[in-house]
Every structure is written in C-alpha cells, then in structure tokens.
C-alpha cells in the first residue's frame, strides 16, 4: 500500500508562485493531476521512478515543472507564472505497478492507482 499526502496549496494572486509537495510512502513513477469541480481530472506533469525524466503538460510548460528528491520519498510541483485558470484541487498519484523503477513515466489517469487527498490551489486575478 502506497500512501501520499500533499500539501502546499494555497490562495495567491495571479503572477505568483507556488510549490507543492508530494510524500509518498513508496518508490514508484509519480503523477500531478488537477481537478475542477465537474470537470475530469487533467494530467499536469509527471516523474519516473528513478526521477531521471519528467514531462509537463504542453500548454503548461514554460511555468510547471516536476522533481524529486534523491530517494524520490517526495516530489514537488513547482508552479510559477500562475493564472487565475489555474484554480483546480492538486492531486499527486502513484503508479500501479511498483516492481520496476525505470526511466519511463506515465501520463494517463487510469495508469495511476493510489491518490493522495489533494490540495487546493487558489489564483484571484
């Protein structure tokens, strides 16, 4: 069982930055999704296991990036540039398999299995 646990959101104003953090229990390729209410869960950026290569969502790159520490235990968001569209729940997730940590990462909600509780990310204008 993997177990996450997000923080670093908050309420900033557009422009702003913002970092947040991951703890995972577990060594796996990570993910960052977003959520707005009535909306489906959005792929934001993700991590290999071995933290060797990230991806960001093309239209948010230039502003999110994706990292982790050595043993990867967390893994943080950083945000930059943040726009009032930006506003959404932050969910970091853990993929299903754990038995491989290799250099691929994985952009599909359905290849993550485990979700943390998210964290609310607020942009006035």
């Known amino acids: 069982q993997v177990r996450l646990g997000e923080s670093g959101g908050g309420l900033v104003q557009a422009g702003d930055s913002l970092r947040l953090s991951c703890a995972a229990s577990?060594?796996?390729?990570m993910g960052w999704f977003r959520q707005a209410p009535e909306k489906e869960r959005e792929f934001v950026a993700a991590?290999?296991?071995?933290?060797?290569?990230?991806y960001v969502r093309d239209s948010l790159k230039g502003r999110f990036t994706t990292s982790g520490d050595n043993a990867k235990i967390t893994v943080y968001l950083q945000m930059n540039s943040l726009k009032p569209e930006d506003t959404d729940v932050y969910y970091c997730?853990?993929?299903?398999?754990?038995?491989?940590?290799?250099?691929?990462?994985?952009?599909?909600?359905?290849?993550?299995?485990?979700w943390g509780q998210g964290t609310r990310v607020t942009v006035s204008s």
């Open positions: 577990g060594n796996r390729a």
């Open positions: 997730a853990a993929h299903v398999r754990g038995e491989d940590c290799d250099n691929l990462y994985y952009t599909g909600v359905e290849e993550y299995a485990y």
């Open positions: 991590i290999s296991c071995n933290g060797h290569s990230t």
